[in-house]
């Protein structure tokens, strides 16, 4: 649990208003709006289907599938070259220079360029992606060097990452190459202190780690954070008034899972994904409780896909499909890992699955809600932009589970009609009150549900996460989440202790349940619908033609009699809009309304006082919020 200790600034990150003080109100929306990414992007990767092995005859068979397939239509169209492209940084000027023995086009003469290349994947209607470090070094690298393709050269030449070279990179990426996305890595920031046995070896310079994914102690997540937006500020300098998109990919460790919402367009909520069952439930367990912290413009990355390989290949097409289902209802981007050059039509009706990919490609860029969890079966919901629902059934088992899908979990009238459509057979079904099912071993049933809304009058906040940004969470310490499902990683197998828990973000704010997974509950009266946070938190909430604000609020019966008193704030557009009485454990919740007519931005604040320094922070409750006309 989160206590109230002195902290390490080098493991704290505060988003302060201009006064200083996180909880002040500033009227604005904190959460990244730069560079272009309304619904989560689509397209392609060179790593998952051939590591650093990557050259253009695959990276233009792969272009070229997504055009002739009709899957560029759909949206696929981010063509993105991982790592392996480079050859050195060229001595004494520092440019990067192309392995143009893989890349042919690319041999423009003294400066080779990938002006060529990208040119020619923006007449084919596709856009560009790029890779990098953060580091001197990539992870190729530090972690995989047998690998191919590997930088050459002297100390110097082989340092190919943006550590020392932001400005120059981005500059050559965007305004000279003409790319429109960039990934960017951190394992040069990670893996390279003094006692590396690369570093002993003289074959790359000593960097002192700035990310220990073992320690959150450890690792100095103001740095890493500082890191990264200077490369956003360059993008925006030098992509000029180009979409772009900056992908972060950091594994979820320092505490990115709560911070990359504000500084890139996609950020990576874990490690590695791998072609094998129990792992892709890790990734997927990375995002299934972070819908909060994924709007339009910065979205959750559970990684590429692995569809068409090991257990999600065309031996295993229900695990294919649930893969599948589960990034786009969870508004990951959905980014092929798989060699297209052998795509089969079974594997190409997942990919293409029209009305699957509209789920994730929804203009409302909610990532759905999880409505029912438990180890064997998930449910989760998300709200569309024309009023109607989509909702996943997940069996997580190897053996099938018998589950009840109720209008409850909805939020529609139990006493109405709710009709559904099966997205992946196209059969149709209607109900009442609620429907017995049976998923079969490792399957996702997705329906896309329309009803009588419970609240006809308006939204429930937890409907709308994408209207939610967690400006600060009230987690003063971060700790690593342990209800990540710890798979076997391929790179370390059962050798050592096992798998420990890792990615921060426990205690986080949640849609429809308390900080860490508990119940909405205060003062013993359940509630079904809301926003769950720590006390010393801020939301900040965008309204849209919305006239009033209500919620019921009170302290969580998950904290503690003597954790001290909330009390709840409703600011509009920097204005204070209403204020409860200091709220205390044990007390019913009470109704906080305000007036929002005319209002841009709530901001929603819980003020923790008079706790004691031994025990944990408030949980603060706001039930049934809502938006209503």
């Known amino acids: 649990m989160i206590r109230r200790v002195a902290l390490c600034a080098a493991a704290l990150v505060l988003p302060l208003s201009a006064a200083g003080d996180p909880l002040a109100p500033t009227g604005r929306w904190s959460a990244n709006t730069a560079g272009h990414a309304p619904v989560p992007p689509m397209g392609w990767n060179s790593w998952n289907a051939f590591n650093s092995d990557v050259d253009e005859e695959k990276v233009l068979a792969s272009a070229k599938a997504l055009v002739d397939t009709g899957l560029a239509r759909l949206g696929y169209r981010y063509v993105n070259i991982d790592d392996g492209w480079w050859l050195k940084r060229r001595?004494?000027?520092?440019?990067?220079?192309?392995?143009?023995?893989?890349?042919?086009?690319?041999?423009?003469?003294?400066?080779?360029?990938f002006r060529p290349l990208t040119d020619r994947l923006h007449a084919m209607g596709l856009k560009a992606g790029i890779y990098s470090d953060i580091g001197r070094n990539s992870c190729g690298q530090i972690y995989t060097p047998d690998f191919k393709n590997q930088p050459e050269?002297?100390?110097?030449?082989?340092?190919?990452?943006?550590?020392?070279?932001?400005?120059?990179?981005?500059?050559?990426?965007?305004?000279?190459?003409?790319?429109?996305?960039?990934?960017?890595?951190?394992?040069?920031?990670?893996?390279?202190?003094?006692?590396?046995?690369?570093?002993r070896a003289g074959l790359y310079r000593a960097l002192p780690p700035l990310i220990d994914t073992q320690s959150l102690g450890d690792t100095n997540i103001s740095a890493v954070r500082t890191l990264y937006e200077a490369v956003g500020a360059a993008i925006r300098r030098h992509a000029g008034h180009r979409d772009y998109v900056f992908s972060l990919c950091l594994?979820?460790?320092?505490?990115?899972?709560?911070?990359?919402?504000?500084?890139?367009?996609?950020?990576?909520?874990?490690d590695d994904i791998q072609p094998v069952w129990a792992r892709m439930l890790t990734n997927l367990d990375t995002v299934t409780h972070r819908a909060l912290y994924a709007h339009p413009g910065s979205w959750n990355d559970?990684?590429?896909?692995?569809?068409?390989?090991?257990?999600?290949?065309?031996?295993?097409?229900?695990e294919a499909r649930s893969h599948f289902s589960l990034w786009s209802i969870l508004n990951s981007p959905l980014i092929i890992g798989y060699d297209l050059r052998k795509l089969t039509p079974a594997l190409l009706t997942i990919f293409g699955n029209r009305e699957i990919v509209a789920l994730n490609q929804d203009a409302a860029g909610n990532q759905a809600v999880l409505?029912?969890?438990?180890?064997?079966?998930?449910?989760?919901?998300?709200?569309?932009?024309?009023g109607s629902k989509a909702v996943?059934?997940?069996?997580?088992?190897?053996?099938?589970?018998?589950?009840?899908?109720?209008?409850?979990?909805?939020?529609?009238?139990?006493?109405?009609?709710?009709?559904?459509?099966?997205?992946?057979?196209?059969?149709?079904?209607?109900?009442?009150?609620?429907?017995?099912?049976?998923?079969?071993?490792?399957?996702?049933i997705v329906f896309r549900a329309t009803g009588a809304r419970r609240l006809p009058d308006g939204v429930y906040l937890s409907e709308q996460?994408?209207?939610?940004?967690?400006?600060?969470?009230?987690?003063?310490?971060p700790e690593a989440d342990p209800t990540i499902h710890r798979s076997i990683t391929p790179w370390i197998g059962t050798r050592g202790g096992g798998e420990h828990v890792q990615y921060a973000g426990w205690g986080g704010a949640e849609a429809d349940r308390a900080p860490y997974g508990k119940l909405l509950r205060v003062a013993r009266t359940e509630y079904d619908t809301g926003i769950g946070v720590l006390a010393g938190s801020r939301l900040e909430v965008r309204n849209a033609d919305f006239r009033r604000f209500t919620a019921r609020v009170g302290v969580n019966d998950t904290g503690l009699p003597a954790a001290g008193t909330i009390t709840f704030e409703v600011w509009g557009d920097?204005?204070?809009?209403?204020?409860?009485?200091?709220?205390?454990?044990?007390?019913?919740?009470?109704?906080?309304?305000?007036?929002?007519?005319?209002?841009?931005?709530?901001?929603?604040?819980?003020?923790?006082?008079?706790?004691?320094?031994?025990?944990?922070?408030?949980?603060?409750?706001?039930?049934?919020?809502?938006?209503?006309?």
């Open 153 to 199: 050269g002297t100390v110097a030449e082989r340092e190919v990452g943006l550590y020392g070279h932001v400005d120059q990179d981005i500059r050559l990426f965007f305004a000279e190459w003409n790319f429109d996305l960039i990934k960017v890595d951190g394992c040069g920031v990670r893996g390279l202190p003094a006692e590396a046995p690369r570093v």
């Open 465 to 477: 996460p994408s209207r939610v940004n967690p400006a600060f969470d009230g987690v003063l310490l």
């Open 91 to 113: 001595q004494p000027d520092g440019r990067l220079i192309i392995r143009t023995a893989r890349f042919p086009s690319a041999a423009t003469g003294t400066d080779p360029s």
């Open 251 to 270: 594994w979820g460790s320092a505490d990115v899972r709560s911070w990359g919402k504000d500084v890139g367009n996609m950020s990576r909520t874990s």
């Open 392 to 444: 996943a059934l997940f069996n997580r088992t190897a053996t099938p589970v018998d589950v009840v899908l109720t209008a409850g979990h909805l939020k529609m009238l139990p006493t109405r009609d709710v009709a559904l459509r099966d997205l992946w057979s196209g059969k149709e079904h209607r109900f009442r009150g609620e429907l017995p099912l049976t998923l079969a071993p490792h399957e996702t």
């Open 302 to 318: 559970a990684d590429m896909l692995f569809v068409g390989s090991g257990e999600f290949d065309e031996a295993h097409l229900t």
């Open 574 to 629: 920097g204005r204070l809009l209403a204020r409860s009485p200091a709220k205390a454990f044990g007390e019913p919740a009470e109704l906080l309304a305000a007036d929002t007519t005319g209002v841009r931005i709530l901001e929603l604040v819980a003020r923790g006082a008079g706790a004691r320094p031994d025990l944990p922070t408030q949980p603060a409750t706001w039930a049934d919020a809502a938006l209503l006309r």
């Open 371 to 386: 409505a029912y969890d438990s180890d064997q079966a998930q449910f989760f919901v998300k709200s569309l932009a024309d």
